[in-house]
């Protein structure tokens, strides 16, 4: 039975949800200029429960799209999200392996990481003079937010999706977990 | 044989995030090389995002509409919180203003005749247009707004955005129905500035805390919490004689060559829903 298609019907409407959220209800809820990103939150998700080379190219897109709505450094979320879809995939497959649980731990990881990532980046680019700085007022309170906003987003995404993991989709997957059953 | 056809999926990950991650790190470039924010707005990528701007405008629109309740609760719980000793406080603060602005009224009406005696034309012709903030920012790192002004209504890269009290930024990027303000108090914000009391030049800038920075003040100059902060019009950005805010705290040690001064902006965006931005063509902008 191929699983692909449902799969990435669940990927396009993520998409959707995390851009409208993006748009329309991060600027009101953020606090003292800590928005969170969806965007970045959809991506893990979907990351978690997908092969790496689709949640590569999930991550490049999303990315590519919030550059496109935001005004920081175009090019820099597009990195960040592509990096980071790719590892969340591949660490979960090889050595996570699924679970609410590693989900919990992956969502907070990949949120720090990703939030950090995007400070290195705009800090390479000249567009965060205060490096150091900004790692304690935005990259730590942007994390936590994330992360928070991730979990809720996490468990709606499971109950919509099954607990089971999908991520045995056209790539890399499952060929090798059958070789090594 | 068994792992044969493994490996090439293998690299064909590896081999897609590499590239996805170069076509990012160029992207990066070109948006560097075109300058970023408002300098490189006829860049590429710059108008790339106008047009991506349109397909935003009914959700940034949205957010605005489902803003608007929840920013109404805010300042009515704001100013439900206000004890009777604030009330007294702001009653005198209020009694206080009044004096000045009578004052000030007297001097505008001096001014006002000595300008006609002289026959002095004004020197900005400040036009301004209206506009409607419709979000902040969608992300932590920028500080900015979306307007529902653009370039079919005259909207300019550029252009200084003001609050009905003062400086508030200067329009980055323009789409056909909206633009977006880059705020003072970004930290990639800058604006030529001059102390009021002891007309002291320097430069004011955000930073990453939301806080404005006057720089370039010398230790000889004589600072004190009040000082009103006004643009000097050098630059050619910004016309001369705007208010930004007042001096909260001027510090330095003895290592220092220049203080370290606060200044408090006296316009907070988000207590507002509508901007002024001066549309006065940039000629006679750059001409203060």
Redesign the interface.
């Known amino acids: 039975m191929d699983h692909s298609q449902p799969r990435l019907a669940i990927m396009v409407i993520s998409a959707f949800v995390a851009l409208l959220l993006q748009i329309i209800i991060a600027p009101i809820i953020a606090i003292a200029h800590v928005v969170p990103n969806f965007i970045l939150i959809a991506v893990v998700i979907t990351a978690t429960r997908n092969a790496p080379v689709r949640s590569t190219i999930f991550g490049f897109i999303m990315g590519l799209i919030f550059d496109l709505i935001s005004v920081g450094p175009m090019g820099a979320m597009t990195l960040v999200l592509t990096l980071l879809g790719y590892a969340v995939s591949s660490l979960n497959k090889g050595i996570f392996g699924g679970g609410l649980l590693i989900d919990i731990v992956v969502v907070l990881l990949a949120s720090l990481i990703g939030e950090l990532l995007v400070s290195v980046v705009y800090a390479v680019v000249g567009s965060d003079p205060e490096f150091l700085l900004s790692l304690v007022i935005k990259v730590l309170p942007a994390a936590l937010y994330d992360s928070l906003c991730g979990l809720v987003l996490l468990v709606i995404y499971r109950f919509f999706t099954g607990s089971r993991s999908t991520s045995t989709g056209p790539d890399m997957g499952r060929p090798l977990r059958r070789k090594l059953r | 044989m ?2 044969s ?2 490996k090439p ?2 690299i ?2 590896g081999i ?2 590499i590239s ?2 170069l ?10 090389y075109e300058g ?1 924010g408002a300098q490189g707005a006829n860049g590429v ?1 710059h108008n ?2 106008s047009v ?2 349109v397909v ?1 405008v009914p ?2 629109q ?2 605005s509409i ?2 608007a309740p ?1 920013n109404a609760v805010g300042n009515s719980v704001s100013n439900l919180s206000a004890g009777s000793e604030t009330l007294e406080e702001l009653q005198a603060e209020n009694e206080e203003l009044r004096s000045t602005v009578m004052k000030l009224e007297e001097y505008r009406q001096e001014n006002e005749r000595l300008s006609k005696l002289l026959e002095l034309t004004d020197a900005y012709n400040l036009e301004a247009v209206g506009a409607r903030i419709l ?10 707004i979306s307007i529902d002004k653009g370039s079919n209504d005259g909207m300019a890269v550029g252009m200084p955005v003001m609050s009905p009290n003062g400086l508030i930024g200067q329009v ?2 323009v789409g056909p129905f909206t633009s ?1 303000v ?1 705020l003072l108090t970004d ?2 914000s800058g604006v030529a500035v001059f102390l009021q009391a002891n007309r002291s030049e320097g430069v004011v800038t955000g ?4 806080l404005l920075y006057l720089s370039y003040t010398p230790l000889n100059v004589n600072v004190v919490p009040g000082d009103v902060v006004i643009t000097s019009g050098a630059g050619g950005v910004y016309p001369k004689g705007i208010v930004i805010g007042e001096v909260t705290s001027a510090s330095y040690s003895p290592s220092d060559v220049y203080q370290t001064i606060v200044v408090k902006p006296v316009a907070r965006v988000a207590r507002y829903e509508e901007v002024l931005v001066l549309t006065g063509r940039q000629s006679e902008v750059k001409s203060s």
Request: net charge positive; hydrophobic share 45%; glycine share 6%.
């Open positions: 068994a792992l056809p493994q999926r293998k064909t990950g897609l995030v996805l991650s076509v990012a790190v160029v992207m990066l470039s070109v948006w560097s970023g990528l790339v995002r991506v701007s935003t959700f940034e949205a957010s489902i803003a929840f979000k902040p920012s969608s992300d932590s790192w920028n500080q900015v980055e990027q977006v880059r930290p990639n930073s990453i805390e939301g």
